[in-house]
C-alpha cells in the first residue's frame, strides 16, 4: 500500500490544451466522464493504495468545470453525488493536517468559486483548491490566486496571472461591443 498522486486529464475528444497538458505529464490519467473518472481512481486504488493529491484537469470557468464531457457545477453536484461519493474513501487519511490528501480543480478560473469548491470538500472530506486565474498549459500551469476549501474557505492573494486575465477580458469585452455595435445591433 502506497500513496499517490494522480493526474487526470479530459480525453473525451481531441483538444490542443488537454494534449500539451498529458504530453508534458507523466502517467496520467486519460478520462471520458465523471463516471469513467471514478471508475479509474477505484481501480486505480483497488490494491490498497491512497491518493495524497488528486488533480482534475478540464476546461473550466468561475461557474464550474468539465469533467470528460459532464459540465460539474455545484448545482449538478446533486446529480454526481453518488459517483463523487465513492471517491470518498480513496484518500489517504491522517490526524496530521500536513499530510491530509488534497484536490485540485485544475480548470480554468475554478478559484473563483468557493461554494463549488467547498461543496466538493463537503463530498470527498478533504480540501479542495481551485486557482483564479486562466490556466495555461505548462507556462507554468497553477495561475492566480489560490481559493482553498474544507470546512471554510481560504482565499490567496492576487497574482500577476489575475491582472493580466483582467486586461484579457477588458480587451475581449472592448471588441464584443465594438462589433455589436458596428452591425447595428
Not at 470528460?68 to 480513496?90: N, P
Request: hydrophobic content about 40%.
Amino acid at each position: 500500500m502506497a500513496t499517490i498522486d494522480v493526474y487526470v486529464i479530459d480525453d473525451s475528444s481531441f483538444d490542443i490544451t488537454m494534449f500539451i497538458d498529458s504530453a508534458l505529464t507523466w502517467g496520467d490519467v486519460g478520462i471520458k466522464n465523471l463516471k469513467d473518472m471514478v471508475d479509474k481512481l477505484v481501480k486505480l486504488c483497488a490494491t490498497g493504495d491512497r491518493i495524497a493529491e488528486l488533480r482534475i484537469l478540464g476546461h473550466g470557468n468561475a461557474t464550474g468545470q468539465y469533467i470528460g464531457t459532464d459540465w460539474v457545477t455545484e448545482s449538478s453536484l446533486i446529480a454526481h453525488r453518488e459517483q463523487l461519493a465513492r471517491m470518498s474513501s480513496l484518500f489517504v487519511r491522517t490526524p496530521d493536517a500536513s499530510s491530509r490528501a488534497h484536490v485540485i480543480m485544475a480548470g480554468c478560473q475554478q478559484g473563483q468559486n468557493g461554494s463549488f469548491l467547498l461543496a466538493l470538500s463537503n463530498i470527498w472530506n478533504v480540501p479542495v483548491s481551485g486557482f483564479t486565474a486562466l490556466q495555461r498549459p505548462a507556462v507554468p500551469g497553477d495561475e492566480g490566486g489560490t481559493t482553498t476549501c474544507y470546512i471554510t474557505c481560504a482565499k490567496g492573494a492576487r497574482t500577476t496571472a489575475d491582472s493580466v486575465d483582467d486586461v484579457q477580458i477588458a480587451i475581449m469585452d472592448w471588441f464584443t461591443r465594438s462589433e455589436s455595435c458596428g452591425t447595428g445591433q
